[in-house]
């Protein structure tokens, strides 16, 4: 049987004390291309087909200081009753983290980010996927 998952939107935390919005766009792209990789050959991706399940990820926090880079991502596992006539979801809730030690670039920040959201696709969603 063939699992039609949709990703997306990401999204990214509009608390400037929080995370920096210039990181914001690439953290979105990574988010995303992280969990495309993660169903790659687990699911079929897609937006057409009625999903199984929607997941959703957003960046709630980045900290970078001169020891490396941290960060917090939240977001939700949605299944989706397709048997129903208004399409209920059960929904769960996600989050995830992820570090860099002795790297505070902008590049760390995006592979903290994209690192995170891999490990919280394979660790908290993969294993729901039926």
Known sequence: MTVFVELGPMGYSS?????????????????QKAA????????TIS????????????????KVDAKGV????????????QYSKNQNMNSTKLTG??????????D????CIAAAAATTMTKSIL????
């Open 97 to 106: 983290t992820g570090s860099i030690a002795g790297d505070n670039s902008e």
């Open 47 to 62: 937006k057409k087909d009625v999903p199984r399940y929607v997941v959703r990820l957003h960046v709630d926090e980045v």
């Open 36 to 43: 495309e990789k993660a169903v790659s050959g687990k699911a």
């Open 15 to 31: 608390d400037r004390s929080k995370a920096d919005p210039k990181y914001a766009a690439k953290a979105k792209d990574r988010l």
């Open 108 to 111: 760390a920040v995006y592979d």
């Open 70 to 81: 941290s960060c917090k991502l939240g977001g939700e596992l949605n299944q989706v009753n």
């Open 127 to 130: 294993p729901n996927l039926k």
